[in-house]
């Protein structure tokens, strides 16, 4: 086959799963049918990472491929080149051009540690060393990725003149490239060899340093696997086991209730500690009242929980076996457990509300946390503590208090207070120069998180434009839904909050949007649309192109639109509103002339 066809291929496909030993069996038994000759089985453990593609050409890393949208995969070149596994030029007597497929993974030390230092930031924690590492490579910043203990394992060897004609002998010769090939590799000429490496690794899983989630068995002969090829969605030369999810048994003692910065309930279970998978747990997440109900949860009950892609664990199931036939279903809180104000559910909500935003207690320590956080407004020398402080001595009520801070309140405080009063101020005079994506994400509007902040300060510039813009504008911002607007809406109508703000300017923080990635402003004042499929750019790379030039991105087409940057397929219900509305469709080709 051709390389570049089988490359692409490969690329596209996923192992298919299986779950027990007959299925394995099975698998044998499809294999043995097409293949009379004796083969033999490769077993690796499957690790879990993100897939990544390394094209190497006369020895050199020339692209860094993941799956992404399992058609063609982001080029993440630059941030795979500060993967210290990951040889930059290769040694020894490698073929001309290769391609290496492995996963870059995180050691679950390394995503401890990565978590500890958040920790200390006041960083919210990073749920799964998987999920983490697949961020990580998302990250625009090179040096930011480089501090990250990412490391990659290989897996298997593509291209024209391999060193060898069986798959085991070509991942050891990697080794002797520079690559790093995990020694648990293991060839058996029978499926009960496999069965066994299969058995073995599901208890022993726990005592690797990084995460599994299964074992892949592959046909080592590559003659072999030429000859069973593919199916649409994966090779016929290969197969994956997956390890169920660890469980454990426990028992319900308590249900206690978190109050979020934004006044958002969430019902925790507090367990008899058990151990799972390595480590002991004593809480798990309930998430909202229907999870309860769901699973028609009693204090005392013995429960079964599960490690998911979260930090902390799930009640999957109850074993009703052991319920006391006495217990009751929970009650479900109904004021704030902070402030006794009544929790509000709207509709289409999962979680409850406390509403009492100005004068809930655990919502205003929170809220002053989340603005100085590291994310938000960054500023130095303040802490929890130093909140909670200042709030008990009344020295602080909103946040614009902060800035109203001076010496004389500060120094009472500590015992040699000045060099800590210090900090305090110049933290706080510092914080000003944050810019205003920044300072919108401070302000804790439920649902505004970083990125949705980032994309209304790009769309509106100002605070002004934000404050007065409707709902029906709003939703007309790419990615901005209904839950958004809503929010943003109910934010700004709150008068509190429009003082909030206005005092916030007068202290000097910033309110307009200063768009540094700004190279040209050849798109200004354009509402653009993307649509259709396009080869060589993915969306968020035109995204980029329309900010770098100073245009704006819109979801819906409608009067306001420029012109639609159109690609391949466009639907025909978007095709009309054009034609109606009378609104030009440019080419790629059309749009790059535009920018020249
Ligand atoms: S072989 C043709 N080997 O599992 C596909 N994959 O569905 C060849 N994975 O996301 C894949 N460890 O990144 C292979 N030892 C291993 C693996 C492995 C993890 C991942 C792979 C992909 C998924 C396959």
């Known amino acids: 086959m051709d390389l570049r066809l089988l490359i692409i291929l490969i690329l ?10 007959q299925e394995l069996i099975d698998f044998d038994k499809r294999v043995k049918k097409t293949i009379l000759d004796n083969f033999e089985y490769v077993c690796e453990l499957k690790y879990d990472g993100i897939s990544i593609s390394l094209v190497y050409e006369e020895g050199k890393l020339i692209k860094a491929l993941t799956r992404g949208d399992g058609v063609k995969g982001d080029n993440v070149l630059e941030n795979v080149k500060t993967i210290k596994s990951i040889p930059l030029e290769l040694v020894g007597n490698y073929p001309k051009k290769i391609e290496m497929r492995g996963e870059i993974f995180l050691t679950i030390s390394g995503f401890n540690h990565l978590n500890e230092i958040r920790s200390k930031e006041g960083l919210e924690l990073y749920a799964n060393p998987r999920n983490t590492a697949s961020g990580s490579l998302k990250l625009l910043n090179s040096s930011i990725v480089a501090k990250r203990p990412l490391d990659c394992f290989l897996y298997f060897m593509l291209g024209e003149g391999l060193p060898s004609d069986n798959h085991y002998d070509n991942l050891q010769i990697a080794k002797s490239f520079g690559f790093k090939v995990p020694n648990e590799i293991k060839k058996f000429s029978s499926i009960s060899g496999v069965i066994s490496f299969v058995n073995f690794w599901d208890i022993q899983r726990n005592k690797l340093p990084y995460e599994i989630d299964g074992i892949v068995i592959k046909i080592n002969e590559l003659s072999v696997q030429e000859k069973l090829g593919f199916t649409a969605k994966s090779p016929r030369w290969a197969i994956s086991y997956k390890f169920k999810a660890e469980q454990a048994l426990s028992t319900l003692l308590d249900v206690k209730y978190q109050v979020g910065r934004t006044g958002a309930i969430t019902p925790v279970a507090v367990l008899e500690p058990v151990n799972l998978a390595g480590t002991t747990v004593k809480r798990a997440s309930l998430h909202n009242e229907d999870q309860i109900n769901k699973l028609d949860l009693r204090i005392n009950d013995r429960v079964f929980i599960e490690k998911g892609g979260e930090i902390i664990p799930k009640i999957v199931s109850v074993d009703y076996k052991f319920r006391d036939i006495f217990s009751v279903p929970i009650n479900y809180i109904k004021n704030c457990p902070k402030c006794n104000s009544i929790l509000v559910r709207n509709d289409g909500d999962a979680k409850h509300y406390c509403l009492n935003q100005v004068l809930c207690p655990v919502q205003i320590q929170t809220r002053f946390e989340h603005f100085i956080s590291k994310k938000a407004m960054n500023v130095e020398g303040f802490g929890p503590e130093t909140i909670s402080l200042l709030l008990k001595n009344k020295k602080i009520a909103k946040i614009s208090d902060l800035y109203n801070l001076n010496f004389l309140d500060l120094i009472p405080f500590k015992k040699d207070g000045n060099k800590w009063a210090e900090n305090i101020l110049n933290g706080l005079e510092k914080s000003k120069n944050i810019s205003f994506e920044k300072v919108l994400f401070s302000l804790g509007i439920r649902h505004v998180g970083e990125t949705v902040s980032l994309k209304l300060c790009k769309y509106y510039k100002t605070i002004d434009n934000l404050i007065s813009a409707k709902y029906d504008d709003l939703i007309d911002v790419n990615e901005i839904g209904d839950r958004i607007a809503v929010s943003i809406i109910d934010f700004f109508s709150l008068k509190d909050n429009i003082l909030l703000i206005e005092e916030l300017k007068n202290h000097g923080l910033n309110f307009t949007y200063n768009n540094s990635n700004t190279k040209s402003h050849l798109l200004k004042d354009m509402n653009i649309v993307i649509s259709g499929k396009f080869d060589d750019y993915s969306r968020d790379q035109l995204k ?26 466009i639907g025909p219900s978007k095709l009309k509103k054009t034609q109606d509305l009378n609104i030009k469709i440019l080419t790629i080709k059309d749009f790059f002339n535009l920018l020249k």
């Open 12 to 21: 596209c496909l996923s192992l298919s799963n299986t779950y027990s030993e």
């Open 544 to 569: 980029k192109i329309i900010d770098e030039n100073d245009g704006k991105n819109i979801s819906s087409i409608s009067k306001k639109t420029t012109f639609v940057l159109g690609g391949q397929n």
